[in-house]
């Protein structure tokens, strides 16, 4: 049985970090690539991150990169997201999500939520002084 289990969302203040937690089970985790996704109130979802399970390659929307980290354990089935240097425009529901690695690959939809098969019921991170 397909299962997420997301955690480490809270409530932090600006300049502040927090590190997610994604495990999943149910699938063959190295035929996968895991996104991090986000959706803040009134706007679309967008991608974060995704880390290829199988050999580890990361890839960052622009203007994410050097704050956000992503990586994984593949024993544990869990994949992170590191948020540093956080900013009231990162509250939102973070998503993690799973779609096949060959077909993120095409045409790199890596960030293409279409793309994704299995999705977390989200993690509310909240950026306020």
């Known amino acids: 049985q397909l299962q997420f289990v997301e955690s480490g969302g809270g409530l932090v203040q600006p300049g502040g970090s927090l590190r997610l937690s994604c495990v999943v089970s149910?699938?063959?985790?190295?035929?996968?690539?895991i996104g991090w996704f986000r959706q803040a109130p009134g706007k679309e979802r967008e991608g974060v991150s995704c880390i290829t399970m199988s050999d580890g390659r990361t890839y960052y929307q622009d203007s994410l990169k050097g704050r956000f980290t992503t990586s994984r354990d593949n024993a544990k089935n869990t994949v992170y997201l590191e948020m540093n240097s956080l900013k009231p425009e990162d509250t939102a529901v973070y998503y993690c999500?799973?779609?096949?690695?060959?077909?993120?690959?095409?045409?790199?939809?890596?960030?293409?939520?279409?793309?994704?098969?299995?999705w977390g019921q989200g993690t509310q991170v909240t950026v306020s002084s």
């Open positions: 149910g699938i063959t985790l190295d035929r996968y690539g």
């Open positions: 999500a799973a779609g096949l690695t060959r077909f993120l690959s095409l045409g790199s939809r890596w960030f293409d939520v279409e793309t994704y098969d299995y």
